[in-house]
């Protein structure tokens, strides 16, 4: 590695073992030092959450390689303020996820967030899914072309990039679209059963169909086999709605 070479965090919410994180952690040590601090564990729909009734417990388990008992926005958190506070990284990764990220799916996503904890702590960051669990090396080229492009011209802009990856061989993708997110449907009813014990319990339902997957969307650029790239943002205020707000308020 010379002293130019990008600096990379790596983290996930399928666990420190899981085959996305490990190829995405391959692509990009051919051109980045790359560390990956992860679950010790399946931490999937963790979304943002913070471990703080507890330690976290890290464990280093290869070169470069972290394990924590934690969330992947824990796993973030302590990678930028403890590990690597001296000598922050240039980028923040989250993935390879297991399957899409699409439309309300980043409001539950442990993959998002971990990129959003990267981008709060003053980090540019990147979530990449493929969607589904196939081709890992399709998503991790990819991965490692915007890498590269973001080292010859770092992203335009301080949003978090949330990218999604159709699974299909390198030369069946169409190409790349710039989308907004989709939306779906209410989540399909629980599914209720007994354990041995004769016990009720509730397994969560299917996510819902798509309900504006239309062009212009992650949901649309998909479907046609194309990569979707999301700027997200982290600001979730209503501004046009606080002239409104304000009027209602004051109506009495």
Sequence with gaps: MTANTLRVLISNDDGVHAKGIHALAQALSEIAEVTIVAPDRNRSGASNSLTLEQPLRVTRIAERTYSVQG??????????????????????????????????????????????????????????????????????????????????????????LNVNIPDVELSALKGSKVTRLGARHHAEAMIKQQDPRGHDIYWLGPPGKEQDAGEGTDFYAIEHGFVSITPLQVDLTAHESLMSMDNWLKDK
């Design 71 to 160: 969330t992947p926005t824990d796993c973030v958190h302590f990678a930028l303020n403890e590990l690597m506070k001296d000598d922050l990284p240039d980028l923040v990764l989250a993935g390879i996820n297991h399957g899409a990220n699409l439309g309300d799916d980043v409001l539950y996503s442990g993959t998002v967030a971990a990129a959003m904890e990267g981008h709060f702590l003053g980090v540019q960051a990147i979530a990449f899914s493929l969607v589904g669990q196939r081709h890992f090396d399709t998503a991790a080229h990819i991965a490692k072309q915007l890498v590269l492009q973001h080292g010859r011209r770092p992203i335009p802009t301080n949003r978090l």
